[in-house]
């Protein structure tokens, strides 16, 4: 689905208005309307035995508000509105939306955050609607303002937080909490989700997320070029890599994974067995020479071999064999238990450097980028999938301080002609080409070691089955996650492992149409419906 910036938001805007001859208040009408019927859906009882505090700001989503606290009122809801900040301030629509609602015999009260009486009333209301900042916000609220005192007014209260475009005090395009912000539980957004429901402190804010139309018309909304976008099941479902009926093993593809050292032999295995259970058809791992007994004890899939070992790690002297197996191969995910050994980092950026094969590279194999970034830069122009968590891309230059994931993993990604899968709270793949798509699934399960290795064999494996670099990248991280969610759902994010996740893929494949596979059709005239045709139906669906 794709995200609207605030810019943007402000140009469909104008376009609708000043090109379609789309009145804004009649814009502004239709967004009430959505958050009127999100409330009355929340009420507990009857509109009539309800209360709701509308707090409203002086800009557009203030209008909003206001729009919003009539409607309800006219549903016959016990309703007062509160502007937050100065009547002079109304903007033209939010003025005409005040002249609408007192119309009714409702005023626009000022909010006045020692008044007791009206603390108390947004304290036992049912449903407060919070329009006091959409897409306009465009600096830190300040601690000692009326603004950060509605807020938290809001946080404290009881009743069902639903936020109008987007929860107050979060940054539309970053979800960055400018101050303070408005936790939600339900977000009414407006034409397009923004990046800052998605992402960052936003995402934690906005409670669940309704996209409601408002008027603008689909050809301009449809025209919008967006470079940020979120990845669901539909997406995974268009990336999944076809089986051919009559594959062999060598038409899915083979993957060679590169790691371990002494003390890690978990990580290679893990990444080795994300690998098997996606669909790959061959399976190598390299290991030093220690740790191959105990791999090829854990293996039974996937193929491991010894290589060359120097104090515990991989040793350079492993090249010639790693190059032999390589050349077999589609696909190398380097890193996963590889350690920091001198030698170990050496054949990395040597692997980086010789090989024009797409390369996954994950934990130590991004650790050994750590000051030598050219040797990712010399990659441009063939596929290098990065996978760090923050610590390994702060590491590697990344840029986090600013609060904005976004814009920090499109820069690396442009900057070092990479994919960039900057793992964490909503993973986000972003490309060469700047574009950033941003995962929806999976838990704090997830947070644990050897989570990312499985992911790094994901990616591989698809990579190898022949998806593009990018939908190995997010597909891998999409089904990495809803595997994940179903692993939790079962076993509490507390308990799962990384091999759970394993364990769980097979549903999440399902789920996007992975159960393939064709029984020969032969119908008996007491059994009409062949194995062939159920399965079909089963694939449909
Ligand atoms: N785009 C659409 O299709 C429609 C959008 N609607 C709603 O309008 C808002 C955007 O309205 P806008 O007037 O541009 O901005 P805001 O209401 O979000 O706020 C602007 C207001 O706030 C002041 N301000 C900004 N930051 C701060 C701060 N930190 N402290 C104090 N004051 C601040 C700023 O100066 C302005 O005065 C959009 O989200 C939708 O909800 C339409 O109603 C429908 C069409
Ligand atoms: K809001």
């Not at 793949?429 to 994901?458: Q, R």
Request: proline share 4%; glycine share 12%.
């Amino acid at each position: 689905m794709k995200l609207a910036t605030a810019v943007q938001m402000r140009e469909l805007d104008r376009l609708a208005t000043e090109e379609d001859g789309i009145p804004s208040i009649d814009l502004m009408e239709q967004a009430a309307d959505g958050i009127v019927q999100t409330a009355l859906e929340l009420l507990p009882r009857r509109p009539g035995k309800c209360r709701a505090a509308v707090l409203c700001g002086a800009g557009n989503n203030g209008g909003d508000g206001i729009s919003a606290a009539r409607k309800l009122f006219l549903k016959g809801v016990h309703v007062r509105a509160f502007l937050v900040g100065s009547y002079e301030k109304l903007t033209q629509d939010a003025l005409e939306e005040t002249r609408r609602l007192s119309e009714c015999g409702l005023e626009l009260e000022h909010f006045e955050p020692e008044n007791e009486e009206q603390r108390a009333w947004c304290g036992k209301s049912h449903v407060l609607i919070d329009a006091i900042f959409g897409v306009g916000l465009s600096r830190e609220i300040s601690p000692e303002s009326d603004f950060a005192a509605a807020i938290h007014l809001i946080n404290h209260c009881q009743g069902t937080v639903i936020s109008a475009d987007i929860s107050s005090g979060v940054e539309a395009d970053t979800g960055r909490i400018l101050g303070c912000a408005v936790k939600a539980d339900r977000t009414v957004t407006f034409t397009l989700a923004k990046p800052g429901h998605a992402v960052g402190d936003g995402a934690l804010y906005a409670g669940d997320v309704t996209v409601w139309t408002i008027g603008i018309p689909e050809k301009r909304v449809k025209a919008l070029t967006s470079r940020v976008q979120t990845v669901h099941e539909t997406y995974a479902r268009e990336a999944l890599p076809r089986r051919k009926e009559d594959g062999h093993k060598g038409t899915f593809g083979k993957v060679l994974v590169i790691g371990g050292a002494v003390g890690y032999s978990g990580a290679p295995y893990l990444a080795a067995s994300g690998a098997v259970h996606s669909g790959c058809g061959l399976v190598f791992l390299g290991v030093p020479e220690s740790l191959w007994a105990v791999e090829a004890m854990k293996c039974i899939s996937a193929m491991p071999f010894p290589l060359a070992e120097k104090e515990g790690g991989l040793s350079c002297k492993a090249l010639p064999d790693l190059r032999e197996k390589l050349a077999e191969c589609d696909v190398l995910a380097l890193g996963p238990g590889l350690g920091h050994g001198e030698s170990a980092v050496r054949l990395v950026h040597t692997l980086l450097d010789e090989t024009s094969k797409p390369i996954v590279l994950d934990a130590d194999g991004i650790n050994a980028l750590e000051g030598h970034i050219d040797s990712l830069d010399g990659r441009r122009g063939r596929v290098t999938i990065l996978t760090p968590h923050d610590g390994e891309f702060l590491r590697i230059g990344g840029e986090l301080s600013h609060g904005d994931r976004v814009r920090a993993a499109r820069e690396f990604a442009i900057r070092h002609g990479c994919i960039l899968v900057l793992k964490g709270h909503r993973t986000l793949t972003a490309t060469p080409e700047g574009n950033v798509l941003v995962n929806t699934t999976g838990n704090s399960g997830l947070a644990k070691g050897g989570s990312g290795d499985v992911l790094t064999g994901l990616i591989a494996s698809l990579l190898a089955q022949g998806t593009t670099a990018v939908q190995a990248a997010a597909l891998g991280v999409w089904l990495h996650g809803r595997a994940g969610d179903l692993a939790a759902s079962r076993l509490t994010a507390y308990a799962m492992t990384p091999k759970d996740v394993i364990s769980a893929l097979p549903e999440a494949l399902i789920e996007i149409g992975g159960a393939c596979g064709a029984q020969m059709g032969m119908r008996t005239n007491d059994n009409p419906v062949s194995a062939a045709d159920s399965l079909r139906q089963n694939r449909r669906r």
